[in-house]
C-alpha cells in the first residue's frame, strides 16, 4: 500500500513529542489517537479503491476523521 495520507505526524508535525506523551500517559487522548488511524487508514483504503464504497459513506469517515482531528486538535492546544 502506498503512503497513507493525514497521518497525525503530518497533520501536527510540531506536536509529535506531546502526541506520543499524552497517547502513554491519557487512555482518552490514546483512544482519539487510535480511532483517527483506524479512520484515516480506512478512507485512505475507499479512496484507492481498495474498499469499494458509496460516496456518502466516504463523506461520512471523512467527517468522522475530521473530528477525531479536531478533538486531537484541542487537546494538544490545552497543554501549549
Known amino acids: ?3 497513507t495520507p493525514h497521518e ?3 497533520e501536527f508535525p510540531q506536536d509529535a513529542d506531546r502526541i ?3 497517547k ?3 487512555a482518552h ?3 482519539l489517537v487510535d480511532g483517527y488511524h483506524e479512520i484515516n487508514r480506512a478512507v485512505h483504503r475507499m479512496e484507492t479503491n481498495i474498499e469499494a464504497v458509496a460516496d456518502a459513506v466516504l463523506e ?3 467527517k468522522q476523521r475530521l473530528e477525531l482531528k479536531d478533538k486531537i486538535a484541542s487537546a494538544l492546544a490545552k497543554l501549549a
Open 20 to 22: 506520543h506523551a499524552l
Open 1 to 3: 500500500m502506498s503512503n
Open 8 to 10: 497525525l505526524h503530518e
Open 29 to 31: 487522548f490514546a483512544k
Open 60 to 62: 461520512d469517515f471523512k
Open 24 to 26: 502513554t500517559s491519557d
